[in-house]
C-alpha cells in the first residue's frame, strides 16, 4: 500500500500538508535518490530522504496520549534554563517523536494532548478547527457583569482581537480570590491571561479542564499520562476532521494497479 508523499511528511511531524508540497517543490525531498515531485506516493518499502535525512517514523502506527501537566514545566524539548519540560515524564519512543498538541505555560497546569502524529497535530491546533479549550480559572477579585459580556464580546490585544466563546462563574470561595470557568477556540501565548489583564484583573491559577470532548479523567493525576486508545482514538480523529487510521482505504501504486489489470480474467 501506499500514500501521498506529503501526507507521509506531514503525519511524521514535518509540518502542514501544504507546507510539504512547498519543501517538495522546492527540491528538499527525494524518493529512492531521486528529487521528489508532487503527487509522488511512498510505501514503506521505499527510501524518503528530507535535506539529507532519512525519514524512518512515518508508517509507524500513531500513539496519542493525554497527560496532566503540572505547572513548572514547560512544553519545549529543550530550555536554556535548564527548566523540566513535559518530555522529561512521557515514554521513549523508537523513530518516533511526541508532537504537543498546543502549549502550556510554566505557570499553568492541566489537560495537554501529545500525538506521533504531525498532520492530527496540525489540525487540532489551527484556529479553523474550532475546538474548545476549557479552563478553571482563579481570578484576584470578582468579574462583573459588565467585564464577562466584554470578554464575550471580544477584546482588542496586542496580538488582535480575543474572546471566551463562554465564561460562568465556579465554586465561591472566601477571601478576595475567585473561579470562572472560560473557553475559547484559540491557543494564542497566555491568551486567557491576557484576556483578564485587558479587564484590569489577575489571574492567581489556571488550569486547562478540557480539549474538545477530552476531559482528564480523575485516576490521572498532575504530572501522569495515559494512552488514548480505541474509540478514543476514533473521536480524536474526528474532532480534527480526519479519518482515523483504522478506517483509511489506501490507494495501490500505479504499478499495482497495472498489474492487477492486466491479470486475465477467469
Not at 500538508?17 to 509522488?40: F, H, L, P, Y
Not at 480523529?237 to 492486466?262: C, F, H, M, N
Request: proline share 4%.
Amino acid at each position: 500500500m501506499s500514500e501521498k508523499l506529503q501526507k507521509v511528511l506531514a503525519t511524521a511531524g514535518l509540518g502542514s500538508r501544504r507546507a510539504m508540497e512547498t519543501w517538495i517543490q522546492a527540491g528538499r525531498v527525494s524518493v529512492n535518490g531521486r528529487v521528489a515531485s508532487i503527487g509522488d506516493r511512498v510505501s514503506t518499502e521505499d527510501k524518503v530522504v528530507v535535506d539529507g535525512k532519512t525519514l524512518r517514523q512515518a508508517f509507524q502506527k500513531p500513539r496519542h496520549l493525554l497527560y496532566n501537566k503540572p505547572t513548572g514545566e514547560i512544553c519545549s524539548r529543550d530550555d536554556p534554563e535548564g527548566r523540566p519540560t513535559v518530555f522529561d515524564r512521557l515514554p521513549k519512543l523508537k523513530q518516533q517523536r511526541w508532537i504537543s498538541v498546543g502549549r502550556l505555560d510554566f505557570n499553568t497546569s492541566g489537560l495537554l494532548l501529545l500525538t506521533t502524529d504531525g498532520q492530527l497535530a496540525n489540525r487540532l491546533m489551527h484556529p479553523a478547527s474550532g475546538i474548545d479549550r476549557e479552563y478553571a480559572a482563579r481570578v484576584l477579585g470578582e468579574v462583573s457583569e459588565e467585564q464577562m459580556q466584554a470578554l464575550k464580546d471580544g477584546v482588542l490585544l496586542d496580538d488582535g482581537i480575543a474572546k471566551f466563546s463562554d465564561i460562568r462563574k465556579g465554586r465561591d470561595e472566601s477571601g478576595a480570590n475567585q473561579w470562572y470557568y472560560v473557553a475559547l477556540t484559540e491557543g494564542r501565548n497566555r491568551e486567557v491571561r491576557r484576556l483578564f489583564e485587558s479587564q484590569g484583573l489577575t489571574v492567581s491559577r489556571l488550569k486547562r479542564v478540557r480539549f474538545g470532548s477530552f476531559f482528564i479523567p480523575s485516576a490521572v493525576k498532575a504530572g501522569r499520562y495515559i494512552d488514548i486508545e480505541g474509540k478514543d482514538v476514533t473521536e480524536l480523529y474526528r474532532q480534527a476532521g480526519l479519518t482515523p487510521p483504522d478506517e483509511r482505504v489506501t490507494e495501490a501504486k500505479p504499478s499495482e494497479r497495472k498489474i492487477r489489470s492486466s491479470r486475465p480474467k477467469r
